[in-house]
């Protein structure tokens, strides 16, 4: 397979004017007829002609209204074009009923649906398919289907057709087409300059109950984004339409978004707190890219992060708005360390943009996303939040309708605030996690701080150059009072010294407020210190991290020396939790402990083997050890954060629930079932009807509400969803694989519904002593199953060899095991290009 490099970038020969495609739809036989006026492009270092296509059947082309004779050649058709303007036609058949890859023309459920980023049009016919082709869009569709959706405006419509019409130019990965038997929620909105749009959600019939939270999200995004960015929605609908086959959360289609069913219906009977507000982020996310990524589109995919790093950074800060910017920094940071940093530290590292690929779509991953949307949070705070509005408005201004680079978004910011940031454009060309190294001095009324930085060797790039960090930092008094508020350092050398002046006493510093960064802080800290930042520091993250900090001290102690509990560690937190104070949703971030995987890469940092089995019986006695030792808390907590009225999905009551559930998984441990059982037979919600069986099944009870469950919601998908994934993830390290491997065989699974394979085996893999069980039951079953869903799925295959990618950190018997599945797979005949590029790239 070939691999392509961002410095092999040339500009397309040919621009293409305007696109008017026909669909004849049938399941077996769709005919599409294109007809595409291209014109040469002046700023093309050559004229030679040729458009994407991948398993079309041509049934004929012309030129200019004669027929011509293309040469098919590997991924597409090549012919000797005008160097003139002209038209181009052709006729294509595809078979959308046997495109299980789900890229493309596919049908899921007897309705039509596509899904072209980042290189599916090419799946529907031949086309230039980069993102730096734009060309409005007229759409016409034939079929007998009620519903018959495209992108843009709607046209003349009637007996068995619709039209369609995009104004806005665009590139082919956000063509959309839907045709189905649905109904809609509807809506509507009037924008700021007093356009109304109509907002329609579309499902099956079943589903029509799942849509107003959705519909009220979509509301808010439209305002927020008109509020605090000055975007208006640009056409006369706005359509989503929810799918049950979807290989990831929702796409961007202009005008036409199509969503995963899980990432959009919601209703208080079938959906948690975290699947709502998960939605109303994705609702947003999708929303937002209207102006970052389809208005303003990237050059090529080698600049991916232009538009998902900045579309993240939008939802996340419309969530913080929405419910609690502290509580929504620290799930990001969360996510960040446990995803990201992950993929940094192992086999997979790349930087945000990436230079070289061989299958795009593994590269849609959280380094682009996550760490994407961080090096934007960087730059706000560099430039400061008016630099940073200054420079989006000049960013929309001068790249409205064109398909950019970083470079061109840098210099937005470049022009606006008149700061060089040459040197912090190496976050986005530079792989790996850097290291920050903490020294401390103090002496007559001084205090210095030296921040020395470093970040490892990633695959490819051995020596790294010093980044610009900011580091936000405060200093407290030793009777708690903050001496110094917040201020940003900016550390961009390998070693800098910062010092503050003028203080009586040696200060507490708090330092990398707000993770201000997206590194790993390395900080010689006692305890007591520790302990004292989780009380006094007035910055919600840093407090919640010197209790994560505690946490993670003593679970590497019982993990590494034997040692047991810290009472020290559980009074702190026993502090923090009853401090009334405190938001409840941030005190049920105080209880969460640092996660298994997370564990075992700090241990493999110190030079050892991580034994999971080891982390995880460590993990479960400290859980222990805090229901014991807080248990009349924990108790406390549960009785009177209760919600009492009717169910709202909105932040206050959610973080009271996410509060007595925590409290209700660890007094389970210590009390018995009981609580639960009671909490189970009251629930009139998702959210404690499934905490409540979560706690039980993690104590071995819970059997006769597990039949329940799925008798009460046996004709829900997104619900057995639910129902296969908990089981996994609450087995037992030793019975994983068997859980696993015993719902497979279970009628309702669906195995080629992405939904359904991911929620049994992401549930495998997110059980990490499960996963990594001695026997290696766990890595057989997983590749066993990649390699029947490969020849199908590719994409999804590809990106659940994931759970593989932390395999060098462990002993040998678990490198000898694992590495035999990877070659397993990797010797497998007719492996796809996605999976053979992961496991390559794991083996290297
Ligand atoms: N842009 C899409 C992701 C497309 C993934 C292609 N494999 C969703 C999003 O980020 O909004
Ligand atoms: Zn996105």
Known sequence: PRTVYLRDYTPPAYLVDEVRLTFRLAPHATRVLSEIRFRPNPDATGRDFFLHGEGLKLISAHINGAQVTPELIEGGLTLDAPDASFTFEA??????????????????????????????FRKITFYPDRPDVMAPFHVRIESDLPVLLSNGNPGASGEGFAEWSDPWPKPAYLFALVAGDLVAHSGSFTTMSGRDVALNLWVREADIDKCAFGMEALKKSMTWDEEVYGREYDLDVFNIVAVDDFNMGAMENKGLNIFNSSAVLASPATATDADFERIEAIIAHEYFHNWTGNRVTCRDWFQLCLKEGLTVFRDQQFTGDMRSHAVKRIDDAMLLRAAQFREDNGPLAHPVRPESFVEINNFYTVTVYEKGAEIVGMLRRLVGDEGYGKALDLYFERHDGQAVTIEDWLRAFEDATGRDLSQFARWYSQAGTPRVHVAEDWSEGRYTLTLRQETPPTPGQPDKQPVVIPVAVGLLNPNGDEVVPTQVLELNEAEQSFAFDGLSARPVPSILRGFSAPVILRQEQSDETRAFLLAHDTDPFNKWEAGRDLARTNLMAMIQDGTGPDAGYIDALGRGIADETLDPAFRAQLLALPGEDELAQAIFETGHAPDPTAIHEAREALRHGIADRLGDVLSRLYDTHQI?????????????????????????????????????????????????????????????????????????????????????????????????????????????????????????????????????????????????????????????????????????????????ELERIASTEGLSRDTSEMIGRMLA
């Open 91 to 120: 006729e294509v058949e595809i078979d959308p009923e046997n495109n299980t890859a789900l890229e493309g023309l596919y049908r899921s459920n007897g309705m039509y649906c596509t899904q072209c980023e980042a290189e599916g």
């Open 644 to 820: 009492t009225g009717p169910y709202s999905p909105e932040a206050a009551d959610a973080g009271r629930r996410s509060l007595t559930n925590a409290a209700l998984s660890l007094l389970s441990l210590t009390q018995g079932g009981d609580r639960a059982r009671a909490q189970y037979r009251a629930a009139d919600n998702m959210t404690q009807q499934i905490a409540a069986l979560g706690g039980l099944l993690r104590i071995g009870e819970g059997e006769a509400e597990l039949k329940a469950f799925e008798d009460q919601w046996s004709h829900e998908r997104l619900v057995m969803n639910k129902w296969f994934g908990l089981q996994v993830a609450a087995s037992a390290p030793r019975d994983a694989a068997a859980t696993a491997e015993a719902l497979t065989a279970h009628p309702a699974f669906d195995w080629k519904n992405p939904n359904r394979f991911r929620a049994v085996f992401g549930a495998l893999s997110g059980n990490a002593a499960g996963f990594h069980a001695p026997s290696g039951a766990s890595y057989r079953l997983l590749a066993d199953w990649l390699l029947k869903l490969d020849p199908l799925n590719p994409q999804t295959t590809a990106r659940m060899t994931q759970a593989f990618s932390t395999w060098k950190r462990y002993d040998a018997d678990r490198k000898t095991l694992i590495r035999a």
